[in-house]
């Protein structure tokens, strides 16, 4: 049985609500294809229902040919044996990709929950979330994840940015912006009125912490592939936007998966990105 852990109370809470969904009871699903790529995970189910997760290669301190330890993926060659259920619960797991394969699986399943006709989350729009986000030189925006397409647009329009990434190399040197660390997050986000988070959060299982940080913050946006869950547990810790995909083509999500596509070759191909509100926000 897992130890509490109350970085993963979201994942905790996803679960727990699939897992009480009448529909979800009702059908018989098995995963019918699982894909982890370069740079996304993807699970297919029977239903036809699919999801992504971003493939967290960087959390993996051996990612080499042959990892000796929990680098690796348990399982590998028999994941499609592994009950729905097992898979989902993966998400919990400190082990990268094993987390990638059990957000992905809630993704899948959470494309399940948004088709029933009594769902209350429904996309409000389609395109990109951060398109939304209204920036005044009154704003101080907190980027945790770097968004390289927005970032000069955002710098040029916020009273301040703060860029929170593990990996500097994701920004360009022309864009002049300067990375913080993770250690100054409890020190960066509660002075920031917009918050700007990536989907891998829910893989690394920071979310949760962070957001316990943003209690002051007026606009919160959860944005990228892997933040295509089911929003409620989200919406209910402050996140104001959602913004993540629905995939119009599961058997070229894997294709492109399997030769290492990215986000623009989903978009291109087999994707379409959502935009989820909070209402009540």
Do not use: W
Not at 5 to 16: A, F, Q
Not at 147 to 163: H, S, T, Y
């Amino acid at each position: 049985m897992q130890g509490f852990d109350d970085r993963k109370s979201i994942t905790r809470e996803l679960i727990e609500i699939i897992n009480n969904s009448d529909i979800i009871n009702r059908l018989k699903i098995t995963p019918e294809h699982i894909r982890i790529g370069v740079f996304y995970t993807g699970v297919v189910l029977n239903t036809g229902h699919s999801g992504l997760s971003y493939t967290p290669v960087q959390e993996i301190p051996e990612a080499v040919c042959c990892p000796k330890s929990h680098a690796k993926m348990p399982a590998a060659g028999s994941l499609l044996d592994f009950q729905i259920t097992d898979l989902m619960n993966y998400a919990l797991e400190d082990n990268a990709l094993k987390a990638a394969v059990g957000i992905a699986t809630i993704n899948a399943l959470s494309a399940i929950l948004f088709e029933e006709k009594t769902c209350k989350y429904k996309p409000s729009s389609f395109g990109n979330a951060l398109d939304l986000v209204k920036v005044t030189d009154k704003d101080t925006v907190a980027m945790v994840g770097a968004f390289p397409p927005f970032i000069k647009q955002i710098k040029e329009e916020a009273k301040r940015l703060f860029v929170i990434e593990k990996n500097p190399r994701i920004v360009g040197k022309g864009d002049n912006i300067e990375i913080e660390s993770e250690a100054r997050l409890e020190e960066i986000i509660p002075q920031s009125n917009i918050l700007i988070i990536t989907g891998v959060t829910l893989i690394n299982h920071t979310l949760g912490p962070i957001l316990k940080l943003a209690g002051k913050t007026s606009n919160i946006i959860l944005v990228g592939p892997t933040a295509s869950v089911y929003p409620e547990p989200l919406f209910k810790r402050g996140v104001t936007i959602l913004g993540g995909v629905r995939i119009t083509d599961a058997s070229k999500m894997i294709h492109l998966i399997g030769e290492a596509g990215s986000g623009y070759d989903f978009f291109e191909n087999c994707a379409e990105k959502t935009i989820i509100s909070n209402t009540a926000a």
